[in-house]
């Protein structure tokens, strides 16, 4: 136990892995426009249903919840807007081509000009390469990386123009180190990073804010959608996993008021962050595969 304190207190120490602070971003006590859309993705569960509440906390006039699952949508708006004065609630499937623009025409005919962005949907496909279900591998690329990419730079050149935005990008330490198993969701999560990265220092100075969130694991719907088994070095680290998506959504949430570019969440966000700046790709893949 000492020894995993002690690695832990090792990895907190690694300068962070971020681009830097946005000089025109609004400094954390300043409180953001109370007439401002906030559009939030994969808003049913998890990081997406805590980020919906704390953008509906923080005062934003309306906020948007996009989710699959019609279920989630209507117990988040029993649970934090029952009368309906400032959760909208949207049932779309996000995999599907042509999806962003679907929604970003959605909120134009609704009148909506959206202020935040919450890009946070996605899910994991788990399993050897050779033999995972190549259409659900598909959908999955379609959500994590077209769609997301979309949104960002649909919302964002709108925002650009207007001098003035925020975009919250959930990233992952997945897509820092391949991992055995999971080959194609640590390469839309790489895609996720990268791009969320270059985005943020593209509109530095533009009055857009954009942060980029890269959790390690934590209790969420991940392991359930991406079937992990419990066996598994992924299964046994979700089993005791501590950390859960309140925790995950506030740092993101503050990191992207306080106008950082990165932040990564969580013990075995900076073991990975740690280990894929220590080790080359090949030798952390074959690390991860031996554990």
């Known amino acids: 136990m000492a020894d995993v304190d002690s690695l832990a207190r090792l990895c907190e120490r690694l300068p962070p892995r971020r681009i830097g602070v946005n000089p025109m971003a609004r400094k954390e006590e300043e409180p953001w426009m109370s007439t401002e859309i906030a559009l939030v993705t994969g808003a049913g569960s998890g990081t997406g249903r805590e980020y919906t509440r704390l953008l509906l906390a923080e005062g934003s006039a309306t906020v948007v919840a996009v989710s699959l699952l019609a279920d989630e949508l209507a117990s988040l708006q029993a649970e934090l807007d029952p009368d309906g004065q400032r959760l909208v609630i949207r049932q779309a499937d996000l995999s599907r081509p042509r999806a962003a623009e679907d929604l970003v025409q959605w909120c134009d005919d609704q009148g909506f000009e959206v202020g935040t962005l919450v890009n946070n949907a996605g899910f994991a496909v788990y399993g050897a390469p050779t033999e995972v279900d190549l259409e659900r591998v598909e959908t999955m690329i379609g959500l994590n990386v077209v769609t997301t990419l979309k949104l960002a730079v ?48 593209e509109l530095r100075r533009s009055g857009v804010q954009v942060t980029v969130v890269t959790p390690g694991s934590f209790n969420s719907k991940f392991a359930a959608t991406a079937e992990v088994t419990h066996n598994s070095l992924l299964g046994r680290l979700y089993a005791h996993e501590r950390l859960d998506a309140t925790t995950v959504a506030q740092r993101g949430y503050t990191a992207l008021r306080r106008g950082r570019s990165s932040v990564t969440v969580g013990f075995s966000g900076y073991l990975v962050s740690a280990v894929s700046r220590l080790l080359p790709p090949a030798i952390t893949a074959r690390t991860f595969q031996l554990i």
């Open 154 to 201: 649909l919302v964002g050149r709108r925002m650009k123009r207007r001098g003035t935005g925020r975009i919250l990008i959930m990233g992952s330490t997945a897509g820092l180190a391949p991992t055995p198993r999971l080959g194609a969701y640590c390469a839309t999560k790489a895609f996720t990073n990268s791009f969320g990265w270059s985005l943020a220092s």
